[in-house]
């Protein structure tokens, strides 16, 4: 019973590293997400895919960079990181995307710090 | 393009008490509505959803929620509250045809004993 596993769970950054979060997903399901949470802020959009080979922008796409080469994965990638990349991330994952009203499951979220 | 507000950031309540949280939302189209909780240190999970039909939902753990189109209100209830509900909930909107989810603030629930 994996669901949408994500690792690291937590992760301390120097200002300017980079680095990947990692997302899978056993259930497959074509659409995939990475949302960020933020205390007051709710949860904001980065980056979705709808299927392999295909990535679109959220609500706050910069500083973060997605690729989809799989149906079970979908990385986030830091390039250069900042104090405001500073947040619990969170990867989910739905059958065929929100417009039809599926359920999105999430993962356990990545707490990432950058100092 | 839509919009969620989440009227309470937080909500304290005596164990046993009624409760509701209230989730008003913005969109020129027909939307789908959730709730999802999150309790400490964990993911998201689904209580509830509205797709079409009825407008009083209900999910799991005894919560409901009424659709309001004229209000567009979509606000969570629970007639009996226990310490174990104590957690974050999100309400979000998507709209019809939109492959996103939109969030609200959300709104920390917690119990007093």
């Known amino acids: 019973n994996a669901g949408v596993t994500q690792t690291p769970k937590f992760q301390v950054l120097k200002t300017g590293q980079s680095m990947t979060l990692q997302c899978a997903q056993d259930?497959?399901?074509?659409?995939m997400s990475w949302y960020r949470q933020d205390p007051g802020m709710g949860l904001r959009l980065i980056h979705y895919?709808?299927?392999?080979?295909?990535?679109d922008q959220g609500e706050v796409p910069n500083g973060y960079n997605v690729s989809r080469s799989t149906t079970e994965d979908f990385p986030l990638r830091l390039l250069s990181a900042a104090p405001s990349q500073t947040s619990v991330y969170f990867c989910a994952s739905s059958y065929s995307g929100t417009f039809s009203g599926n359920t999105i499951y999430f993962g356990e979220g990545s707490w990432l710090t950058v100092v | 393009a839509q919009s969620v507000t989440q009227l309470d950031s937080q909500v304290p309540v005596f164990e046993e008490a009624p409760v509701e949280l209230r989730c008003n939302y913005s969109s020129s189209v027909s939307v789908y509505l959730f709730w999802y909780v999150q309790y400490p240190n964990q993911g998201l999970q689904l209580l509830l959803k509205y797709l079409s039909g009825s407008t009083l939902v209900k999910g799991i753990n005894g919560f409901e929620a009424e659709f309001n189109k004229s209000q567009t209100s979509f606000h969570l209830r629970k007639p009996s509250v226990h310490i174990s509900d104590t957690a974050e909930y999100f309400c979000?909107?998507?709209?019809?045809?939109?492959?996103?989810?939109?969030f609200g603030q959300g709104t920390r629930l917690t119990i007093n004993p």
């Open positions: 895919s709808v299927g392999a080979g295909i990535t």
């Open positions: 259930m497959n399901h074509e659409y």
């Open positions: 979000a909107v998507s709209e019809k045809g939109a492959q996103k989810l939109v």
